[in-house]
Every structure is written in C-alpha cells, then in structure tokens.
C-alpha cells in the first residue's frame, strides 16, 4: 500500500518562510505533487517533482529527495492568504493511474 | 482559461437512493478522476478513468459506485444505494499529458 506523512498543522507569522514535510512510503513511485485547497473550495496544483531537487515556482518552492522518500514545500514572504489546507500527492505507475494524497497540513497565517 | 465543471454543486438525499453526479472535463484532456473528501479529512481517490474505461480503483470504490461517459464530454458518477458514510465532497479531476490536476468545485452530497 501507499502511505504519505505530514504535520496536521502549522501556524506562521505572514512575511515568514515556512516549510511543510512530506514523507512517503509507495511503490512505483513516479512524482510528488503539492495542492492547495482552501476551505470549502477544490484542490488547486501548485508543484510537481519528478526529479530529485528544489522546483521554484515564484514564492513557493517544492523539494523532492527520492533515496529519502521525502519531499516538502516552501512557502515564502507569507501573506494571509496562504492560509489553507496543503496536500503532497504521489503519482504512481505511468503517473496518470492514480494519485494518493497525503492527510493535508493546515496552515495557519497570523498577523 | 479552462475548467472542469460539476453538477449540482449540492446534493440532498435519503438514504437507499440512487445519486448521479456530474462532471464536464476540459476537453482534450484524456484521463478523468473521482475523488472524495469527507468533512476535515483528506482527499481520497476513488477511481480513474482512461479510454472509456476503468484504470484503477480503490477499495472504497465497491459494487454501489460506477462510473461512465455517456457522450463523451460528461463524465458521471452514479452511487447506487447511498449510505449516510457515503456523504462527503466529492471531486472530478482531469488531467491532460501533463502532471497537473485540474480539480472541479466539487459536489457535496448530504444522506439523510
């Protein structure tokens, strides 16, 4: 089976840098994925790592180690409206077949 | 810019009844999902759909679920018998050769 690890919640402090850890234990692992939902809306992509290394995609960055079956996500210069729910997902087989996402991470943006 | 559409965007219904739920996806794109959220918990795959059939399945998507596409734009979800477990978000999601998901508003379903 598949399994992904993350924290539940996180609080930080807008303008701060954040860091959001994804562990996973999968087979045919193909790519690590990062979506953002905010409440009561769907999930919306933010980063793919197929390869070992840090994407960057203006203020948010996604890091992906396959020998540690880690990735996470960084999120700078904090603004209010990062406040949301954070989802890693893997993408198994050829990477269409199935996409198993992890419990997400509260964030939690204060003033 | 596209976007994956779902009907109805709420869904009230008693329990034992049959329930549709409908999703446009963008249009050329080829593989097609449904995933369920139940209230303050995580996203769960259900099913994904390539080539007008079934690819893979999770063991949460049992005998009361099935899913087609009927014309070749609307993909459908249809829960045969609901249960009160059953209510929760739930999502179509379409994905085109790439590796972004594109996620639907969602239809909440409430049993009653």
């Known amino acids: 089976g598949q399994s992904l690890e993350q924290p539940s919640e996180v609080t930080a402090v807008e303008g701060a840098i954040v860091q959001i850890n994804c562990t996973y234990q999968t087979s045919g692992f193909y790519g690590l994925s990062w979506y953002q939902q905010h409440d009561g809306g769907a999930p919306t992509f933010l980063s793919y790592n197929a390869l070992d290394g840090l994407e960057e995609t203006g203020r948010f960055s996604s890091f992906l180690s396959r020998s540690d079956s880690y990735g996470y996500l960084l999120l700078q210069e904090l603004q209010m409206k990062d406040s949301a729910s954070y989802f890693c997902a893997v993408a198994l087989g050829g990477g269409y077949q199935k996409v198993t996402f992890g419990i997400g991470t509260k964030l939690q943006v204060i003033p | 810019e596209p976007e994956v559409t779902q009907t109805p965007s709420h869904q009230v219904t008693q329990m034992g009844q049959e329930v549709i739920l409908r999703c446009v996806p963008i249009?050329?794109?080829?593989?097609f999902y449904w995933y369920r959220q139940i209230l303050g918990q995580k996203v769960e795959f259900l099913v994904s759909?390539?080539?007008?059939?079934?690819?893979?399945k999770s063991e949460i998507f049992d005998d009361q679920f099935s899913v087609e596409r009927p014309d070749g734009s609307n993909f459908t979800l249809k829960i045969r018998s609901t249960k009160l477990e059953d209510s929760a978000m739930y999502f179509c999601a379409s994905w085109a050769q790439n590796t972004e998901a594109f996620f639907g508003q969602g239809t909440r379903l409430t049993v009653v």
């Open positions: 249009s050329n794109h080829l593989y």
């Open positions: 759909f390539y080539n007008n059939e079934i690819s893979e």
